[in-house]
């Protein structure tokens, strides 16, 4: 096994693509890098690996599909950008696996399918269902319909959400910064990368900031809130930049990240759920 190797341990992997990464900031798709992305999905299926991925980027295409310009949006307007936008969304994601002969699943969730035992064990079942094909299932918030009181606000948490839901073995958070750093680096050019949490402490929640760009909804906050759902559930996690080209094979390639230890096993986290 490839000691350098972030991903090698993990045969079921939730991977969070934010939406910096996959829109540009005209609100074009930034197509050749998802079609590099859709190559290292391949590669990772190939050597025997399960991949769900939480895709942010709906309002992002959206706005631009329907000529929004203005930087904040009403909620109408956002729920409308997220209609018109999931369609070019889920659209991109089957073009771009399908050339490597991968079939996707679209789910769009909301807060209460991943609260509600019922639907959180239905919505399981499909993604369970799916990866036994040997689909990849693409998930979104279901943002055409949720409002500010009930939804889950960022793609972080939600990912965390769902890695836990299908037991997956890590969550990989791509996203443009490299990892946490014992501040925000941007504010602080002394601040330290981290290349291993084995804890998330209130000094560690203390070493996030904000969000980073207006197409953003979340930032390193959003991103350890995320980190203390999923490896309470026994699921380890990965904060790494996905900004360049094949950000998933440079992880395979020893490439700078954070890696947050699972606080339990999942044998341990199922026996606290049950109870």
Known sequence: ???????APYRRLTIKIGSALLVDRQGKLRAAWLADLA???????AGGCEVVIVSSGAIALGRS???????????????????????????????????????????????????ERR?????????????????????????SVATAEIRYGDNDRLSARVATMIEADCLVLLSDVDGLYTAPPAQDPAARHLPV??????????????????LSRGGMTTKVEAGKIAT??????????????????????????????????RAQARKRWIM
């Not at 190559?39 to 299926?45: E, G």
């Not at 239905?122 to 693409?138: D, E, F, K």
């Open 1 to 7: 096994m490839d000691a350098l190797n972030a991903l």
């Open 119 to 143: 639907y959180y064990l239905n919505a399981r079942t499909t993604i369970a269902t799916l990866l036994g094909l040997g689909a990849v299932p693409i998930i979104n918030e279901n943002d």
């Open 197 to 214: 949490v084995k804890q998330i402490t209130p000094a560690i929640e203390a070493m996030a900031g904000g969000a980073a760009s207006h």
């Open 39 to 45: 190559s290292d999905i391949a590669a990772l299926k």
């Open 65 to 115: 599909l329907l000529g929004l310009s203005v930087v904040a949006l009403t909620l109408e307007q956002s729920q409308a950008a997220a209609s018109a936008g999931q369609i070019a969304l889920s659209q991109a994601w089957a073009e771009a696996l399908g050339r490597h002969d991968i079939v996707t699943g679209q789910i769009l969730i909301t807060p209460n399918i991943t609260e």
């Open 232 to 265: 309470q559930a026994g699921t380890a996690m990965i904060i790494a930049k996905g900004t360049e080209n094949h950000p998933l094979r440079a992880l395979a390639e020893g490439k700078r990240h954070t890696l947050f230890h699972p606080a339990h096993s």
